[in-house]
Every structure is written in C-alpha cells, then in structure tokens.
C-alpha cells in the first residue's frame, strides 16, 4: 500500500505541506477570521493546478478549489480556525505562547492541510490511471461556530458531490458507524424595567429573573427529553449592579441530541421555558437565532473502504524525543498509569458502532450525499480535546506524522471507490435508503444573521 501513487504523492509534497501546516499553527485565527489561513491554503492549491475560488459560496473565508473533469466528482472538506484561550508552545508542559491567546486546540492546522494532501494524492492516482474524475477540496471556515459548512450549503456547496470524505485529528485511530450529535442554538434576551431595588422594586420588571426562571423550566425539563439529549446554556447578561433591578438580561442555549428531529422537538419546548418566563416577570422577549446542525450519518460503504485502507497502511514512526515528549505530556492528566499508559496510541481499532456526544457541522454535509469521517491519531494518549495539550501536539512533530497518514488513508480510499464503481452504487443506496422521505434542509435560515460581511 505504502507504494500506491497517492502515498508516493504525499511523500512527495510531505515537507510543503508540514510547513502550511505549520503556518497555521503559528498563525491561530479564529472562525470567520482565517484569512490568512484561507489565502495561503488557496495559493498553494493553485500552484498545484487546482481552479480555485477564495470567497467562494458568498463566504469570504470559504474556498472552493477543484481538478479533473466528470464523475465520480469527490469531496474533501478541510478546516482551519481555532479556539480562543488555549495558545501553546510545542512543550509537553502548559506554556502558552501568548497567555489568553488563540491555539489550534483542535488540530485544524493539521485537518485543512491533510485534506488538501488528499486532493494531492488522488489527483496523483487519476492522472496515472488515466480514469476519470474530480477533485473538490473544500476551505470551510467557523467549524467550532458550527455554522460553516451550513452557510457554505446555503450557497450551494457540496451538492456537486458523489461522496465526501473529511477526517479529525485525534488521540486514536478508529472511526465508528455511530452518529454525533445535531445542535441548535439562541440567545434568549429579556427586556425590563429597571428601579432602585431596596427603594421601589415593585416599580422594576427584572430580566434577570426571567433567565433564572427560563433556566430553572429547562432543568425541569431535562426529565421528560430522551436519552441522548444534551442542553447547555451559559448567561451572557445579567445586568450591571445588584441594587439596579436590570431591564436587560440574556442566555445562550445550544442543545443536541441524536436526531434532527429531537433536537428540533427539545428547541421548541426551551422556547416554551423561555416564553412562559417572560409572562412570568411581566419582561419581553427577543430570541435571535442562531442556526444548527444535523447529527452525522456514516455511511457503512465509505467507513469499511477506510477501514481496509487503515489496516493496509503502514503506520508512522516516532522517534525516542517523539514519545519522551508524549509521555511526559500524558503524566500531567490523573488518567496517567506510568508504563501502562501508553505515550501514542497509534495502533488501528477496528470499525466501532458507538455515538458520541459532541458535533461537528460536517453533519450536515453528510445529509447531502454520502460521507464518511476519519479519526486519526495525531496526539499523546491522554490529550484530551480542547486543550492546551492538542494545541501542543498540532505543532509538533508527531501532529505532522498524523497528518500525512491521514492524507494518504482518506486519497487512497477515494480511489478505491473511484476503482469499484459498485462501491460507489452501494454507497448512495445505502444513503438514499438513510434519508428515506426526507431531504435535506439547511438550517441556517433568512433569519439567522450572518457573523461575517455583508
């Protein structure tokens, strides 16, 4: 496998993309802000031939870079924003390099970048074979606002598309044919009257009061949800001084869960929570929505073509500075059992079936056509995500090792479905049978405002 043109490819461009990579790292931005994140991904994506549209979709920041011609016309969808709070050095102890500063806490520097070294091998295999096909690399921006790829399909994105294929960094090597939660999100504001509140508190109308009744109904309210249904919420107001009775107050709600059904069912009894508040406190309410996502749909077909491709693969070296600095990493989190744990956990898990609770807007690309997520080691065991420690590894180099493999994996498991026509058949049955009756619909409405431009 180590000898098929995509991995020969992917060697082959192995240091230009270690230092875009890297660029990005350097260089944390965050979502609907990655311009230069999104400016040096296109570049180089034309250097390499592609056709390439910055901006495209009506999305600055989003990009849509395509080679080769007719079908099977092929997907990647690559990211590359960060998170706020979590700057790092390439250490193995917490050091930010800006305190409070952005980090690529996630490892988009390395998601983006292996994407694109996917569109570089399968490019690599379609011009030796001679078959036919095109290459789509998708730059889809604000994953950790969860809304990207929704503007991007708003527009018209990733419908052109037999199948698409994405992956995430991680701290193992195993996809699963479970689902990951949809998620729909508001601010709840309330408006009052305020009053001196030892004085005349008959004359105020608090709005604080109406966040803390709305919050109470939703604790209420998580008894009569099923099971996989998850409610967060933080206030985002909560007036200025406690002798003000506060004519302004408001919350942030995001809630998940398994279907886009139950997310939808769950989001209208919260504004049910929230409407009952208002006439509680006799206060106003305002609800600026905010968009969602649907839950993931691993396609069966796509996920066991990775998997044969995983296992055939051959898997990185580390070096002896590259694991001291993964199991002095690991040390720092109490789950660290010394010569137990170990300091990567790169070996390949067999295909799972089990859902997880967190979401990725890649959702909602799955409910256009078939898809398929990779999860591939790129971290210390015990980094969890989000954290200082990913932020750390995604520079380093046992982050870029990762990278290329996963690159290698997600090209050579394109061009096996471009090989086997019938895969292919398979997939969008499997797919068409998955959505049944339903369609697709976006759910970023008219009505929720866009975070960028005009």
């Not at 966040?211 to 099923?226: K, P």
């Amino acid at each position: 496998m180590e000898k098929r043109v995509c991995c020969e490819a992917v060697d082959r461009h192995a240091e230009e993309l270690t230092k875009l990579a890297t660029k990005i790292w350097e260089e944390p931005e965050m979502g609907w802000s990655e311009v230069k994140a999104s400016a040096w991904t296109a570049e180089y994506l034309k250097e390499q031939g592609f056709e390439v549209e910055l901006g495209a979709y009506g999305v600055p920041t989003a990009i849509r870079a395509a080679w080769g011609s007719g079908h099977p016309v092929i997907g990647f969808c690559g990211e590359y924003d960060c998170l706020p709070g979590l700057s790092q050095k390439v250490c193995a102890h917490q050091d930010p390099v800006v305190p409070g500063g952005n980090g690529q806490g996630c490892g988009h520097n390395l998601l983006g970048v292996g994407c694109v070294g996917a569109c570089l091998g399968l490019k690599a295999e379609l011009e030796a074979s001679g078959k036919e096909g095109t290459v789509v690399f998708y730059g889809c921006p604000a994953e950790e606002q969860l809304t990207g790829k929704g503007f991007m399909a708003r527009g018209g994105a990733f419908s052109e598309c037999d199948f698409t294929i994405a992956w995430h960094p991680s701290s193992v090597n195993q996809n699963t044919l479970g689902n990951m939660t949809g998620v729909e999100g508001a601010f709840f504001r309330f408006k009052g009257r305020t009053s001196h509140a030892a004085m005349n508190p008959q004359d105020g109308r608090s709005a604080l009061d109406a966040v803390q009744l709305m919050n109470m109904g939703v604790e209420f309210l998580r008894e009569h949800v099923t099971d996989d249904v998850r409610i967060h919420y933080n206030i985002v107001d909560g007036g200025l001084a406690p002798n003000i009775v506060p004519d302004t107050a408001g919350s942030k709600y995001f809630v998940r869960a398994l279907s886009r059904e139950a997310v939808m069912d769950t989001f209208e009894r919260v504004i049910k929570c929230a409407e009952g508040a208002a006439h509680m406190t006799d206060t106003t309410l305002e609800i600026e929505r905010l968009g969602g996502i649907y839950p993931t749909l691993q396609n069966r077909v796509l996920a066991e073509v990775m998997q044969k491709v995983r296992e055939e693969l051959p898997l990185p070296e580390y070096t002896a500075e590259e694991l001291a600095f993964a199991e002095e990493m690991n040390s720092h989190s109490p789950l660290y059992e010394k010569g137990v744990t170990p300091a990567i956990d790169a070996q390949i898990k067999p295909l799972g079936n089990f859902n997880g609770f967190a979401s990725t807007d890649y959702g909602d690309v799955m409910h256009i056509c078939p898809g398929v997520q990779n999860i591939d080691c790129t971290a210390a065991t015990l980094s969890g995500g989000h954290s200082w420690m990913v932020t750390a590894c995604s520079g380093s180099s046992i982050g870029m090792k990762g990278m290329l493999r996963a690159a290698k994996v997600m090209a050579a498991g394109a061009f096996e479905m471009v090989e086997h026509p019938e895969l292919l058949k398979a997939a969008r049955e499997e797919f068409e049978a998955a959505m049944g009756n339903k369609k697709y619909v976006c759910p970023i409405t008219d009505e929720v405002a866009r975070p960028f431009g005009k």
